[in-house]
């Protein structure tokens, strides 16, 4: 049961350029998300987060924005560079402190 | 670089074996946790620690156990390795027990099982 879900598995946008990246989830207790960025040979590094509480949250180029009714949570990258270029993971957790991930999806940036 | 650390970098080993990974916290940090990514998946979390005491169970197979040691560096103990447990471990801390923000990952143990 693949409670977070991200079902862009690539996404592909000109330097910049917005790069918006999706994720949907289904379990109504989260009540905390995340995104993470990793690149190749590297361990996944935190990027921004929400808490339920908030509908936006904003840090430079990056912005998450969250839609509780539709269980939609979604990542803004204004303007995209080309260091931008990795794989993106959403992430959620609830009360019990475990981190359900996403699947990824694969950012590219085009100069 | 997030302040943790793994060890080792690669691992290849046949089926059928026992392997150990370990991890190193950032200084400070009380939780530990584990993560499995196998090929085209996310990230798995397997089992958390905090403060050496078990805190959280996620998808962790029956075959595979980990602790947390006094110094609060983790292993990961893998036996009887099958050829699906071919994947990038990572481990991540944290310093609360609860998660309130941002886990830190090390670089990953990749293991090859042949």
């Known amino acids: 049961d693949q409670q977070v879900k991200q079902n862009s598995p690539s996404l592909s946008v000109q330097e910049g350029r917005i790069s918006i990246l999706n994720c949907d989830y289904t379990n109504s207790m989260f009540d905390y998300f995340l995104w993470y960025k990793k690149y190749p040979a590297e361990g996944p590094t935190f990027l921004i987060s929400?808490?339920?509480?908030?509908d936006k949250n904003e840090d430079g180029r990056f912005t998450v924005f969250l839609n509780k009714s539709a269980k939609h949570l979604s990542l803004h990258i204004v303007p995209s560079q080309p260091g931008d270029s990795a794989v993106y993971f959403c992430a959620a957790t609830g009360n019990t402190g475990k981190l359900i991930f996403g699947q990824g999806t694969t950012l590219q940036v085009k100069p | 670089d997030s302040g943790v650390t793994q060890t080792p970098k690669h691992l290849i080993t046949a089926t059928g074996q026992r392997v150990t990974l370990r991890c190193s916290p950032r200084s400070g940090d009380l939780s530990v946790y584990w993560y499995q990514q196998s090929l085209d998946q996310g990230l798995q979390f397997l089992i958390q620690y905090y403060n050496g005491e078990e805190r959280a169970k996620g998808n962790i197979l029956e075959r595979f156990s980990a602790q947390q040691f006094p110094d609060l560096h983790s292993e990961l103990n893998l036996s009887s390795l099958e050829l699906g447990d071919s994947a990038l471990y990572f481990c991540a801390s944290s310093a609360q027990g609860r998660y309130f923000g941002e886990q830190f990952f090390g670089p990953g143990t990749r293991l090859t099982v042949l």
């Open positions: 929400i808490s339920s509480i908030k």
